[in-house]
């Protein structure tokens, strides 16, 4: 997940410091670059690479960064540069799987301004935001919010309401979304390609509203995670087609490779509910209990359905844990 760093957003879809009321170019100013190395057997290496860059923001004065998780997941190493060109060095303290959230510290004095968090709640469809990444404005762009809608992720992973800006940011992992007020409204996590009140398909960045980060922040920052029970987890990576949901993907030792589902296999119900989207799937499963518990499954293998009990699993025992940086 490497990225080139010789880029510029072009001149004309820069934001212009004169069309905002805030401080533009200090409020870009706490965007950060974030360079991470994964070790060769992280359980994420393989989906994710070792190697992995993008963007963080600075939202404390003593060095808490935020970023999308995905990027520091299981990281030995991980470096922040500011917008000057210097470093430091940075320390994973937390990802929350259930917003996508990575918190990392800095190990150091930063000598930025941090941005303080807003709300996404009163985003509207139409707003403008700007979307930042690490390196003022020539790495920034004027975009406005294209929809609010639910989006579920082929990674078990499920937002009731994200936002979606465009035009699309071409460094979107981690930027930070700016609303009108000048505050933090939201992470950058994806790319996609979707339809927009039933328009063709469109090139569009999936953000994480900042509203989810703020009930969590305080567990995050003292344990690590969220203090509730974690969710079940089945190790799939699964799709929607022609309305049904296909196994497109299996987590190495995951618990669904292990009772031998395999890739191809449609999930038909989760106990007796029939599941047609992602959301239903995950929401049927989670709505079960906390990891550990069984999950019953009727899955269609050439056309021909079968049971299947799958022990679900917390996730976060399959990765490697955070590890202060060696003196």
Request: aromatic fraction near 8%.
């Amino acid at each position: 997940m490497a990225e080139k760093t010789d880029w510029e957003i072009p001149a004309e879809a820069r934001p212009r410091p004169e069309d905002y009321t805030f401080d533009l170019d200090r409020a870009l100013a706490s965007v950060l670059r974030l360079e991470a190395k994964v070790p060769q057997d992280a359980f994420s290496a393989g989906t994710l690479g070792t190697d992995r860059a993008g963007n963080a923001v600075l939202i404390r004065d003593s060095g808490l960064v935020l970023t999308i998780g995905y990027l520091m997941s299981e990281a030995e190493t991980i470096w922040l540069y500011s917008s000057d060109g210097r470093a430091l060095q940075g320390h994973a303290l937390a990802y929350d799987y259930e917003t996508g959230f990575g918190l990392v510290q800095a190990l150091g004095r930063l000598d930025i301004p941090s941005l303080a968090l807003g709300s996404a709640a009163d985003l509207a469809v139409g707003e403008p935001v700007v979307v930042g990444g690490a390196g003022g404005r020539r790495r920034a762009l004027a975009a406005q919010v294209a929809a609010r809608r639910e989006f579920a992720g082929y990674w078990e992973y499920l937002l009731d309401e994200a936002i979606f800006t465009a035009p699309a940011h071409p460094q979107w992992g981690g930027t930070a979304v700016i609303a009108r007020d000048g505050l933090l409204a939201g992470i950058g996590s994806l790319f996609v390609q979707q339809s927009v009140d039933g328009g063709p398909a469109q090139d569009l960045n999936m953000i994480v509203p900042i509203d989810a980060l703020k009930p969590a922040l305080d567990d995050l920052l003292t344990y690590g995670k969220v203090r509730r029970p974690p969710r079940p987890w089945l190790g799939i990576y699964a799709a929607e087609a022609d309305g049904r949901v296909v196994v497109v993907g299996l987590s190495p030792h995951g618990p669904a490779q292990q009772i031998g589902v395999r890739k191809g296999d449609v999930i038909l119900t989760v106990g007796d509910t029939e599941v047609t989207t992602l959301a239903d799937l995950y929401r049927q499963v989670w709505a079960l209990g906390a990891a550990g518990v069984e999950v019953p499954l009727t899955l269609a293998r050439d056309d021909r359905p079968r049971l299947a009990a799958i022990k679900s699993a917390d996730r976060t025992q399959f990765l490697k844990q955070p590890r202060l940086p060696q003196a």
